[in-house]
C-alpha cells in the first residue's frame, strides 16, 4: 500500500475523524475521483470485474429498445421526447436498443438522447460505443439537468446496486450501526457503533444479531425519478437485482474477476454493491407524485417483452449460434440465474399510462 493510495487515504481520514459509515465507504470507493473505482477502471464484461445482462446477450437491449418505442406510442407519440439513461456502462444497452428502435424512424427522428454519466472514462467508452447509431448523444451529471418540457422515457439498469446503504444491527440491548474502522496494525476493519442519526426502525420483525439496510441514496433516487416523470410525464424503467420486500441481510459485497473478494482489502480496486430496495424507491417515487408498478423478475419481464420469440428468430437465422444463444435466454431468464433476483419496476405518470410489460 502507497502512501498515495485510497486505502492510506481512508486510513488517514478514520484515524483522524473515526468510523465511516458503510455507506461513506461505499460511495468513496466507488468515486473518489482519483482512486475510486469508476474514475479508474472503466472495463466491464468478460475482462472486467462483473458483467451486466446487456453484455450477456444482444436481445436484452433490443427488448428495451423496443419497450422504449411501444412506451412512445402509448404516449401519444410526442413529437419530442427525451430518451434518457442512467449509468450506461460501456454504451452497449443503448446501441441494441437505438439499433431495435430502428423499427421507428419516426421514434428515432423525435429522439433527444441523454446520458447521465459522472465517470469521464466512461463517458469516452460511451462515445466511441454510439459513434455509428442514429441518434447522437449528450451527457448531463444528474437527473435535475433533464429538462422538464417534453415527455421522459429513462432507462436505469443496475444503477441502484451501485447506490450504497448504511448498515445497522440488532443487538439484545439495542440497535447499533455497523462501520468501517482501522486496526491496531492500519487494517480497515468492520466494528459496531452507536447511532448518531438517520435511523428509523424498520416495521418488520428484527431478531437480535440481524443486520438491516438503509439507503438514503436509493431513497433520494426514488424521489427524483418521481419528480422527474411526475413534471415532465413520461416512465422510468428500473431493472436491478435486490428485494421487492423490506427484510433483513447483510448484502455488500466485493467483485474481482467475477469473483466475491474482501470489500474491504483493496479500496478502489474492486466493485462494490448492496441489493436494491425496490419498496424504499417506489414509495419514495410515490410520495413525490409519481405513479408506480410491482415488481416482477427479470425473467418474466423479458417473456412479457418477447425474449423468447427473439431467441428463436435469431436461432432460425444462425443455427450454428443456437446454443449459445439458449444459454444467453436462460441465463438472462431462468429462476436459478438472473430471471429471480433481479427484478423490474416502472415509475410513470399520468397515471392512466399502460406502461409496456407492467400490464394487468
Known sequence: ??????????????????????????????????????????????????????????????????????????????????????????????????????????????????????????????????????????????????????????????????????????????????????????????????????????????????LIELSDQQAAFGRDLGRLVSEATGAALLIDYGRDRPGPGDTLQALRRHAKVDPLATPGEVDLTQWADFPNVLEAAVRAGADVTGCLGQGDFLRRLGIEARAERLMSTRPDAAPVIQRQLDRLTADDEMGVLFKAAAIFSPPTLDVPGFEP
Not at 54 to 67: R, T
Request: charged fraction near 25%; include cysteine.
Open 1 to 210: 500500500m502507497s502512501d498515495g493510495s485510497l486505502k492510506a487515504s481512508l486510513v488517514r481520514e478514520i484515524a483522524l475523524t473515526g468510523p465511516m459509515t458503510v455507506a461513506d465507504y461505499v460511495t468513496r470507493c466507488l468515486h473518489d475521483p482519483q482512486g475510486g473505482y469508476y474514475a479508474t477502471r472503466p472495463e466491464l464484461g468478460a475482462r472486467g470485474d462483473f458483467i451486466t445482462a446487456p453484455l450477456v446477450s444482444q436481445m436484452f437491449g433490443e427488448l428495451i429498445g423496443l419497450w422504449a418505442v411501444e412506451t412512445w406510442h402509448r404516449l401519444g407519440a410526442p413529437e419530442r421526447v427525451r430518451l434518457v439513461e442512467v449509468g450506461p456502462g460501456d454504451g452497449t444497452l443503448m446501441a441494441d436498443a437505438l439499433r431495435a428502435a430502428r423499427l421507428a424512424p419516426d421514434f428515432l427522428s423525435a429522439l433527444d438522447l441523454i446520458l447521465i454519466e459522472p465517470s469521464r472514462p466512461l463517458r469516452d467508452v460511451q462515445a466511441r460505443r454510439l459513434t455509428d447509431t442514429d441518434t447522437a448523444p449528450r451527457w448531463v451529471s444528474s437527473l435535475e439537468a433533464v429538462e422538464r418540457d417534453a415527455p421522459v422515457i429513462l432507462i436505469a439498469n443496475e444503477v441502484l446496486d451501485c447506490l450504497p446503504a448504511r448498515q445497522f444491527v440488532r443487538t439484545e440491548t439495542g440497535w447499533g450501526e455497523r462501520r468501517v474502522g482501522v486496526s491496531d496494525n492500519g487494517e480497515l476493519l468492520f466494528g459496531l457503533t452507536g447511532i448518531t442519526g438517520g435511523f428509523v426502525r424498520p416495521a418488520f420483525d428484527v431478531a437480535p444479531g440481524d
